[in-house]
């Protein structure tokens, strides 16, 4: 019976820190990435005062995918914006974290970044945490993708940032 009440205990402590942690994020902007006809999925960007300037801390990004997709499929596709970016060091350098990290993802579900006021980042699965990689540069690069001025989506990036609807 102790056990239970314990486990119930926990559990009550992680959901009420899920709940509060979600709670200090306003929404600046969302947007849709599609591909030729398909849609990929629903972005979203928040910040604690709901306004976004690049490498601001804390953030949260979430994607709600529109398909199912594989983690590799994620990975290969990770590596192709840091290639358009420019940061030609990041290329595979993360793959084993992320496939260590990342599940194949169904039609649905949503990965969130989180990072926290240190710019320290944590992916999670729906709301279930997955992990971090231990790089103190990795965040920015990471979020980069879609909120850097060199953004192979520069109209997405705007959606995100609350420049336009």
């Known amino acids: 019976m102790r056990k239970i ?14 709940n ?9 902007g969302q947007s849709r ?3 030729y006809f398909w849609d990929v999925y ?3 960007l928040a910040t604690p005062s709901g306004q976004y300037q690049f490498g601001q801390h804390p953030s949260k990004l979430s994607l709600t995918y529109l398909r199912d997709f594989a983690a590799k499929d994620i990975v290969k596709a990770t590596n192709e914006q840091w290639q358009h970016l420019g940061k030609n060091d990041l290329l595979g350098k993360y ?6 990290l990342w599940p194949d993802i169904k039609e649905g579900e ?8 240190q710019g320290k980042g944590t992916f999670y ?14 965040a920015d690069h990471f979020l980069a993708i879609w909120l850097s001025p060199q953004t ?12 336009q609807k």
């Open 42 to 44: 629903d972005a979203k």
């Open 125 to 138: 699965h729906n709301d279930s945490k997955l992990g971090g990689i231990d790089d103190s540069e990795f």
């Open 95 to 100: 793959d084993k974290e992320f496939l260590a």
């Open 110 to 117: 949503t990965l969130s970044f989180i990072t926290d006021e």
């Open 152 to 163: 192979s989506q520069p109209a997405m990036r705007k959606q995100l940032i609350g420049e």
């Open 20 to 28: 509060s942690l979600a709670a200090q994020f306003k929404q600046v």
């Open 5 to 18: 009440t314990v486990y119930l205990f926990t559990l009550f402590l992680l959901l009420l820190s899920i």
């Open 33 to 35: 990435f599609e591909y």
